[in-house]
């Protein structure tokens, strides 16, 4: 059911039936006014305009950034370089309905991948384990990231060999934590007793490059594409999303994409004055002009949404965690640090620092208004649970006076409320796309290049002769070209 406007708080601005209450932010009508007429000054609204449109924005990959493709179910011509993208998106999603179809006997399925390759399947499986007219179909999904060994341990432990199937999501398909992993696992696979055939069945990868997965042993049948103009952090709508639509259904899977299109049609089509993302960004961008923050924190009242503030770590930081421009200038603002984590947990974690601490730290306060469980407590516990996130919104933006300094609160935190109706797969996927579009919009009121991450490269290319010397045993390694002597006395010591 669409909000009613008369029911609509003042301040407040909505989009597929999601709210967003700015009243906490502290920013008077001629100041958003001011911020509006800069956006259009920035040319943000061509900014979007070429971002659906398939322009190459990720200027310095010469590429588009169409993620908002991936979840296109109305199937509307997307060209890029004159060419429709749409019928190979839909050819994906026709295969992952027939898996899902076909996917039975199946205990444990091994979900190997890192960063944009983990961080949304496994923030979608967690957050919809909470939607209780979801079934698991009797299967275990297991996420396995990190090289350290101890996650894969845990994994195998329960894991029927047999009955289990691995998907391997890498964009290249060169990621040494995942390659590395996925050679483990097959080698669980042989000890357990799979012979090669079962083992060639159980193999599935997600790649922008086929041609290593089949070279890894992947049948051609088992091999899931995405695309170059997709970005790691924003692949959850591509067929990275499968365990999704293996775990509650190919039904929900769609209501997930359905949920961002709805939010992309809205970013796309509403003016900046009643535009989410838009307006979003426009505060947080005001935050950081007329107080300098360096940080904000993502709240979620609702423990299915516990992993959403990781997610967001790798959209906004990666995206936008940069020092120079679209020009190759300096900037002046680029991403602040994200943190967060569930609430009511977080105000007995962080939350004197962020009341009474020296720095003002803007707020995303993300509540859900049905409770998450039909426990018979469920009513009585959410209830509880809003209070505390209106509470604590009230007590930031307006602080307490008292004699005694240590029970002044100085007031003037800023924060906003987004409010969701419910949490389902739906809703899930226009949270994420929600934030997804803003931080474009960030990137171009930076003029920052969103969708590259040239930083992250550096420390890969320093880890190889690093390893290399470690694997070497030696404890007389000296400084040289791309190791210095604080970590040549490091593996020294490591080795010794």
Same mark, same amino acid.
């Given at each position: 059911?669409?909000?009613?406007?008369?029911?609509?708080?003042?301040?407040?601005?909505?989009?597929?039936?999601?709210?967003?209450?700015?009243?906490?932010?502290?920013?008077?009508?001629?100041?958003?006014?001011?911020?509006?007429?800069?956006?259009?000054?920035?040319?943000?609204?061509?900014?979007?305009?070429?971002?659906?449109?398939?322009?190459?924005?990720?200027?310095?990959?010469?590429?588009?950034?169409?993620?908002?493709?991936?979840?296109?179910?109305?199937?509307?011509?997307?060209?890029?370089?004159?060419?429709?993208?749409?019928?190979?998106?839909?050819?994906?999603?026709?295969?992952?309905?027939?898996?899902?179809?076909?996917?039975?006997?199946?205990?444990?399925?091994?979900?190997?991948?890192?960063?944009?390759?983990?961080?949304?399947?496994?923030?979608?499986?967690?957050?919809?384990?909470?939607?209780?007219?979801?079934?698991?179909?009797?299967?275990?999904?297991?996420?396995?990231?990190?090289?350290?060994?101890?996650?894969?341990?845990?994994?195998?432990?329960?894991?029927?060999?047999?009955?289990?199937?691995?998907?391997?999501?890498?964009?290249?398909?060169?990621?040494?934590?995942?390659?590395?992993?996925?050679?483990?696992?097959?080698?669980?696979?042989?000890?357990?007793?799979?012979?090669?055939?079962?083992?060639?069945?159980?193999?599935?990868?997600?790649?922008?490059?086929?041609?290593?997965?089949?070279?890894?042993?992947?049948?051609?049948?088992?091999?899931?594409?995405?695309?170059?103009?997709?970005?790691?952090?924003?692949?959850?709508?591509? *067929? #990275?999303?499968?365990?999704?639509? &293996?775990?509650?259904?190919?039904?929900?899977?769609? $209501?997930? %994409? !359905?949920?961002?299109? @709805?939010?992309?049609?809205?970013?796309?089509?509403?003016?900046?004055?009643?535009?989410?993302?838009?307006?979003?960004?426009?505060?947080?961008?005001?935050?950081?002009?007329?107080?300098?923050?360096?940080?904000?924190?993502?709240?979620?009242?609702?423990?299915?949404?516990?992993?959403?503030?990781?997610?967001?770590?790798?959209?906004?930081?990666?995206?936008?965690?940069?020092?120079?421009?679209?020009?190759?200038?300096?900037?002046?603002?680029?991403?602040?640090?994200?943190?967060?984590?569930?609430?009511?947990?977080?105000?007995?974690?962080?939350?004197?620092?962020?009341?009474?601490?020296?720095?003002?730290?803007?707020?995303?306060?993300?509540?859900?208004?049905?409770?998450?469980?039909?426990?018979?407590? *469920? #009513?009585?516990?959410?209830?509880? &649970?809003?209070?505390?996130?209106?509470?604590?919104? $009230?007590? %930031? !933006?307006?602080?307490? @006076?008292?004699?005694?300094?240590?029970?002044?609160?100085?007031?003037?935190?800023?924060?906003?409320?987004?409010?969701?109706?419910?949490?389902?797969?739906?809703?899930?996927?226009?949270?994420?796309?929600?934030?997804?579009?803003?931080?474009?919009?960030?990137?171009?009121?930076?003029?920052?290049?969103?969708?590259?991450?040239?930083?992250?490269?550096?420390?890969?290319?320093?880890?190889?002769?690093?390893?290399?010397?470690?694997?070497?045993?030696?404890?007389?390694?000296?400084?040289?070209?791309?190791?210095?002597?604080?970590?040549?006395?490091?593996?020294?010591?490591?080795?010794?």
């Amino acid at each position: 059911m669409p909000l009613e406007s008369s029911s609509i708080p003042e301040n407040s601005h909505t989009a597929v039936n999601v709210l967003l209450d700015t009243a906490y932010q502290g920013i008077d009508t001629p100041t958003w006014a001011h911020l509006l007429a800069g956006a259009r000054q920035s040319k943000l609204e061509q900014f979007i305009a070429d971002l659906f449109a398939g322009k190459h924005v990720n200027v310095s990959e010469n590429r588009p950034a169409l993620h908002s493709a991936l979840r296109n179910l109305h199937k509307t011509p997307v060209l890029i370089d004159d060419k429709d993208v749409m019928p190979a998106v839909a050819a994906v999603w026709s295969r992952i309905e027939a898996l899902c179809s076909d996917w039975t006997g199946v205990t444990d399925v091994i979900h190997i991948g890192i960063g944009g390759s983990d961080f949304g399947p496994r923030l979608a499986i967690e957050a919809l384990a909470h939607v209780t007219s979801l079934s698991s179909r009797g299967m275990r999904m297991h996420f396995l990231a990190n090289i350290d060994t101890a996650e894969l341990a845990r994994i195998v432990k329960c894991a029927e060999a047999k009955s289990t199937r691995v998907i391997i999501v890498s964009k290249s398909f060169t990621t040494l934590e995942t390659t590395m992993n996925a050679k483990a696992v097959v080698a669980w696979l042989k000890e357990s007793g799979c012979n090669p055939g079962q083992i060639a069945d159980a193999l599935y990868a997600v790649t922008a490059n086929t041609p290593a997965a089949e070279a890894f042993g992947v049948a051609q049948n088992n091999v899931y594409p995405f695309w170059d103009w997709v970005g790691g952090r924003y692949s959850v709508w591509s *067929a #990275v999303g499968l365990p999704i639509a &293996l775990q509650y259904g190919f039904e929900t899977f769609q $209501q997930f %994409l !359905a949920g961002a299109e @709805a939010m992309d049609l809205h970013f796309k089509s509403a003016p900046l004055e009643d535009n989410l993302p838009v307006i979003m960004a426009l505060a947080l961008f005001h935050q950081q002009r007329t107080h300098g923050i360096t940080s904000y924190a993502a709240i979620p009242y609702a423990d299915a949404l516990d992993w959403f503030p990781k997610w967001l770590q790798q959209l906004d930081m990666e995206s936008n965690g940069k020092s120079v421009d679209r020009d190759g200038k300096p900037v002046q603002f680029s991403s602040p640090v994200v943190f967060g984590s569930a609430g009511s947990n977080a105000q007995h974690s962080y939350f004197q620092m962020l009341h009474q601490g020296t720095e003002i730290i803007p707020i995303d306060f993300i509540a859900v208004r049905e409770p998450m469980s039909d426990r018979p407590e *469920a #009513v009585a516990h959410h209830r509880i &649970l809003l209070s505390n996130c209106l509470a604590q919104a $009230q007590a %930031l !933006a307006n602080g307490k @006076a008292a004699s005694n300094p240590n029970d002044v609160y100085p007031g003037q935190r800023p924060s906003n409320l987004l409010l969701l109706p419910k949490l389902n797969a739906f809703y899930l996927g226009a949270l994420l796309a929600l934030y997804e579009n803003r931080a474009a919009c960030l990137g171009a009121l930076w003029n920052i290049n969103s969708f590259d991450q040239p930083g992250v490269e550096y420390g890969k290319v320093l880890a190889k002769p690093i390893e290399k010397a470690l694997a070497s045993h030696a404890n007389d390694i000296v400084a040289s070209e791309h190791i210095d002597a604080v970590t040549a006395a490091r593996i020294n010591f490591l080795n010794s």
